[in-house]
């Protein structure tokens, strides 16, 4: 069975920074790539991030390019996403979800998801 657990959400201002991680505890963490989703109020799901099994590709969705990393450590079985240059626009629960399918930017491609941590960037 497959868990997953975010950590490091919390309040910010404008232009700040923050870096989630996403703990895994999954028999063979480096079979799968690690993802991560966002959903704010009203809004359905939608893609930030994915990284390989290895960590050498990643895929971003646009409008968090370039403010946004993604990466992980296959010998911490964990993932990261650090958050640079924050805007009230990325005010979301941040999801972190395992697929087998490498680099899939659609949510139904994923088969294993945490429980979400808030993120809240103030104007």
């Known amino acids: 069975q497959v868990q997953l657990v975010e950590s490091g959400g919390g309040l910010v201002q404008a232009g700040g920074s923050l870096r989630l991680s996403c703990a895994a505890s999954?028999?063979?963490?480096?079979?799968?790539?690690m993802g991560w989703f966002r959903q704010a109020p009203g809004k359905e799901r939608e893609f930030v991030a994915v990284?390989?099994?290895?960590?050498?590709?990643?895929h971003y969705a646009d409008s968090v390019k370039g403010r946004f990393t993604i990466s992980r450590d296959n010998g911490k079985n964990t993932a990261y996403l650090e958050m640079n240059s924050l805007k009230p626009e990325d005010t979301a629960v941040y999801y972190c979800a395992a697929t087998r399918v490498q680099l899939a930017s659609i949510a139904s491609a994923y088969d294993s998801w945490g429980q979400g941590t808030q993120v809240t960037v103030s104007s």
């Open positions: 990284v390989n099994w290895s960590g050498g590709f990643t």
């Open positions: 999954i028999r063979a963490f480096s079979n799968y790539a």
